[in-house]
């Protein structure tokens, strides 16, 4: 299929927007996406017609409220091809996700020596929920290396474990060097040692095609606002024999079977994790964000996504002075960069002047950066809904930036 990206435009009401006058060209796809018409109205909609808290109630609406609930459930077990509803968490996103595993995971799993692997290209949120933990309980982490390209070092991995290795967690799609990890070879090394792996999912989710089964991944995190979804829901997939022995994240409504002041019992999987009201409304618009992805196809989007990062390379290679960070031939749309003396911040300001936002900075990912002895780089992120004359308008601004430096 052949994509028709100004009728998938005309879908982003924002994409149409200036900014300083100028059209915007959104490139920080990777920090969130936009929102398709589509999502936004079965918010408002969702609101003014089911409107009522799930799970509790006898009445029509709780009812019909909870189905909406539970039927975004089973889009999600589809989406990602988990064996069961039981395996999808609704949590608040990618970094509550792996904060819930952390936490529960750590409290009944590890003890004082014990080892959690990571690697060096985590974003914060796979490497500080697994520090806070690591000083309550004594386990100590390791770190995967990786080469220039921003390749993880295989070789290097399978030495890190030992009889006290008990997990990997690690990040599918680099958000800083756009780098597609060999997810599942890491994933197959870690079980041939019968330690399960968590998977950061943030940055795959919305642009390939996922298969949980397929990965045998016992844990996948993700959010619902980069896969053009409501901010503030995330899911956990975790696999039904993990969550099952897992003791329960927080303690609220919901979660439970049966409360005394003597014995508290809680309840069936998925519920056992979520403690409180969900965000039952944001559920429902991630649904419609998933329902509006497969209706695209995950597969024409991860082309589409392709072809602009590879001509962006190009175009930004051509570039005198502008270095790429993240150089592996396995990349999804993700280009971070430094042009010659430039500082990053400048660079990211200018561009933003001339309506382009990238993102500037650390990117959340400061160990990677100490690894590459930088401070930060200019990050342009791409979605489906990118064009190759947004590519151009990128090359252009900064070709103007350094004539001006
Ligand atoms: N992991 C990766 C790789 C990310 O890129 C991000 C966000 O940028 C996160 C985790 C955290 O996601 P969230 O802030 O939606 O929880």
Redesign the pocket.
Known sequence: MIMDVKAIRDDFPILGRTVYGKPLVYLDN??TTQKPRCVVEAISEAYYSVNANVHRGVHFLSQQATQLHESSRETTRKFINARSTNEIVFT???????NLVASVFAQSQLHQGDEVIVSVM??H??IVPWQLQAQHYGFVLKVIPMNDQGELRLDEYQRLFTPRTRLVAV?H???VLGTINPIQTIISIAHAHQVPVLV?G??SVPHLPIDVQALDADFY?F?A??MYGPTGV?VLYGKEKWLDVLPPYQGGGEMISHVSFKHTTFNELPFKFEAGTPDYIGTHALACAIDYLLHIGMDNIAASEHALAEYATQQLTDIEGLRIFGTSPQKGAVLSFQVGGIHHFDLGTLLDHMGIAVRTGH??AEPLMRRLGIEGTVRASFAFYNTFSEVDALTDAIRRIVRMF
Not at 92 to 98: A, L, P, V
Request: glycine share 8%; proline share 0%.
């Open positions: 990777a920090a608040r996103g990618t970094t509550e996700s792996i985590e974003h949120s796979n990040v799609v680099s958000n950061d943030a940055q995190a959010s606002h980069k995330g990117h959340c």
